[in-house]
């Protein structure tokens, strides 16, 4: 296991707009976020030869910005060695009350004059705050089994069981039992476009539908199994025959023009 930490906090200041705090490093989620909006509650996921890199995001503070606009938070962690941590935080993205909670007990380590001291300044490791961070999520027992769902599936946050099973594929990826992305998200709101977010990251890929406009019913499989490609469907009969027909009236009229 690797020793978990917050890498970098990204947020903004009364008047200084949206950055960094700490070292963000390889910005992995460049990808996955093309298929998430990030000013919204999201987690992005990965589990891959590096590790283990979680991203959550739409964490609100009591901060405000010049206009009284409210500030947002999103925490960027790698390391897999505080699962109960890290699935604390996902499920406090998941859940209105719990993230409203979770964002009151960061206000009492991301303060203002910590914003103001560190927004921008990307070669200074966080440190200290980054082990406070971690521990104001304070769930250090959080364990949720692994689900033993298909390695690519896509729900929607309407099912019942969705928020257990999101979290199970999280904690499949925390012990390297699985390895790929989970992805739960306002963006997408289609079994079509968890598919098309599969194939774009090119690993296998768990999907989690937040949006009100979901479509899709229960866990639904992405992608095609293992060991099975896809074969041509034949042709039927008819259609078969056209073509033939067709290809021998094409040789017939390259004979007459030679």
Known sequence: MSRAEVTAVITRGRTRDYG?????????????ARFTDLDQPAVLALR??????????????????????????????AGDDR???VLALARAALDDTARAALGARLDGVITEAL?????GVVDRPLGPAADAVLDAVDSPGEQ???AGQPASWVMSADDPSSTGTFLARLADLLTGEAVGYAIATNRL?????????????????????????????GVRPLGKAPGTPRSPTPAPFPVRLLL????????LLALLLL
Request: hydrophobic fraction near 45%; proline fraction near 5%; charge should be negative.
């Open 20 to 32: 960094y705090l700490g070292t963000p490093g390889d910005e992995w989620w460049v990808e996955p």
């Open 48 to 77: 891959d030869g590096t590790g283990f890199r979680a991203l959550v995001s739409g964490i609100p503070s009591a901060r405000r910005d010049s206009v009284g606009r409210t500030i947002r938070v999103t925490l960027v962690l």
């Open 83 to 85: 699962p109960g941590a």
């Open 115 to 119: 914003v103001d001291e560190w927004r």
């Open 144 to 146: 949720v089994p692994g």
């Open 189 to 217: 709101v289609s079994e079509a476009g968890a598919e098309r977010a599969r194939q774009a990251l090119g690993a296998d890929t768990a999907v989690l539908l937040l949006s009100d406009s979901a479509t899709v019913a």
């Open 244 to 251: 033939g027909a067709g290809l021998a009236l094409v040789v």
